[in-house]
């Protein structure tokens, strides 16, 4: 049943029945009815025990997926990227390399510093999600004096979130590789939307990850599952992970009953993302097409489910456009809530997952079209305002 709005007319409240268009994540998306009906009969153990066996053969198969020796199911994307820090960064004070639009930097409360004990060592991102590899190798600490600390790892994210979902090139990962090879130092890929990238570059994952030593990919975001996350290396890192999982409380018992989900999301949602990815191309053109000096968007980096629409104007600001986005008036005429996410002041991020359909492309579409069309003309009627104004002193 679709949300209900309030519209208040006079001193009358008429109620009715408003259209929701929710792309502010794909985290928002509820799980199939395939998965429902998966996670209702799905065999369980204790998996803290090791005795779930949905739990069992799930990690089985995303370590085959990824090539790797072995998975192990975590309950967030968040707790995977702590728990490989804390695996390659054993020794506190120890430092990693990371972008600096990097999820694992911007949006995981620092947990590296605060439970790992790690230090950040920022480099610059490029605008496609890579960094200068120049600057890593300047800023590799190995065979350091007693002042100093060292590098135990490097972290990649792939498709890259603040850059707009961009798949990082395969010929800069095997450069990244050959660096990091001469001095031992692991990289671990941050692959949330790992998917994606499959998908987008018809590359499989075991060769986009091969020279990863530790690779993180979301169950729960493009793949629609309710929660989870996969957790890939080898054997022994595996069992490290193992122990740090139980340390942060993320040992989930029968959690079968979600892993479920996760079988099916490898059966059926990956090969669907395309279908993401096209609806999402055709809110970036929709956009282009306005052709508006108050938002912007690039297409040439529209690539999986990720848009990024940078407000360009002073006329707007992301929030305005955010708030009007999501507010539907009497006198609109597109009666449409669009939801999206603020990323800063001057951006915001749309995101598509399996529950948007045509119909919602489009109606999100006609509801862009109409909140710029009446911040443009409400700036001219301001315009006009000010002269009159001005022309009676």
Same mark, same amino acid.
């Given at each position: 049943m679709p949300p209900?709005?309030?519209?208040?007319?006079?001193?009358?409240?008429?109620?009715?029945?408003?259209?929701?268009?929710?792309?502010?994540?794909?985290?928002?998306?509820?799980?199939?009815?395939?998965?429902?009906?998966?996670?209702?009969?799905a065999e369980v153990g204790d998996d803290v025990m090791g005795e779930d066996p949905t739990v069992r053969e799930l990690e089985r198969r995303a370590a085959a997926m990824l090539g790797k020796e072995s998975a192990i199911f975590?309950?967030?994307?968040?707790?995977?990227n702590l728990i490989a820090i804390m695996v390659h960064c054993n020794q506190r004070g120890s430092e990693f390399i990371a972008g600096h639009e990097s999820h694992i930097f911007l949006?995981?409360?620092?947990?590296?510093?605060?439970?790992?004990?790690?230090?950040?060592?920022?480099?610059?991102?490029?605008?496609?999600?890579?960094?200068?590899?120049?600057?890593?190798?300047?800023?590799?600490?190995?065979?350091?004096?007693?002042?100093?600390?060292?590098?135990?790892?490097?972290?990649?994210?792939?498709?890259?979130n603040m850059c707009g979902g961009q798949v990082i090139p395969l010929s800069w990962l095997d450069q990244l590789h050959s660096i990091t090879s001469l001095h031992n130092i692991p990289i671990h890929m941050d692959g949330a939307r790992l998917m994606n990238a499959v998908m987008?570059?018809?590359?499989?994952?075991?060769?986009?990850?091969?020279?990863?030593?530790?690779?993180?990919?979301?169950?729960?975001?493009?793949?629609?599952?309710?929660?989870?996350?996969?957790?890939?290396?080898?054997?022994?890192f595996i069992s490290h992970a193992r122990r740090i999982r139980k340390l942060l409380g993320g040992g989930l018992r029968q959690s079968g009953i979600v892993a479920a989900a996760g079988l099916v999301a490898f059966d059926e949602m990956i090969d669907r993302l395309q279908i993401d990815h096209d609806n999402t191309y055709k809110i970036a053109k929709g956009?282009?097409?306005?052709?508006?000096?108050?938002?912007?968007? !690039?297409?040439? %980096?529209?690539?999986?489910? =990720?848009? /990024? $629409?940078?407000?360009?104007? *002073?006329?707007?600001?992301?929030?305005?456009?955010?708030?009007?986005?999501?507010?539907?008036?009497?006198?609109?005429?597109?009666?449409v809530i669009v939801k999206v996410s603020v990323r800063h002041a001057k951006c915001v991020r749309i995101v598509l997952h399996w529950e948007i359909d045509e119909n !919602?492309?489009? %109606?999100?579409?006609?509801? =862009?079209? /109409? $909140?710029?069309?009446?911040? *443009?003309?409400?700036?001219?009627?301001?315009?006009m305002q000010r002269l009159c104004i001005a022309s009676t002193k």
């Open positions: 209900v709005v309030q519209v208040v007319t006079g001193s009358n409240a008429e109620v009715y029945s408003v259209h929701v268009v929710d792309i502010r994540s794909d985290t928002v998306s509820k799980p199939t009815p395939a998965m429902r009906q998966a996670m209702a009969i975590v309950p967030s994307g968040t707790m995977a949006y995981e409360q620092g947990g590296s510093a605060s439970l790992a004990g790690a230090q950040c060592s920022l480099v610059t991102n490029n605008s496609d999600g890579t960094f200068d590899l120049d600057e890593v190798r300047k800023r590799i600490r190995v065979n350091t004096d007693f002042h100093e600390t060292f590098t135990s790892l490097i972290l990649v994210e792939n498709t890259h987008q570059s018809k590359v499989p994952a075991s060769r986009i990850v091969r020279d990863m030593t530790s690779v993180s990919f979301c169950l729960s975001k493009s793949l629609g599952c309710p929660m989870g996350s996969m957790l890939c290396g080898s054997d022994k956009i282009h097409c306005l052709q508006s000096e108050l938002i912007r968007v !690039d297409l040439d %980096k529209v690539q999986t489910n =990720i848009l /990024m $629409v940078h407000v360009a104007d *002073e006329r707007m600001s992301a929030d305005d456009f955010s708030k009007r986005l999501a507010t539907v008036k009497e006198t609109d005429t597109v009666k !919602d492309v489009e %109606k999100a579409i006609e509801k =862009i079209y /109409m $909140v710029v069309k009446e911040f *443009e003309s409400n700036y001219i009627s301001r315009k």
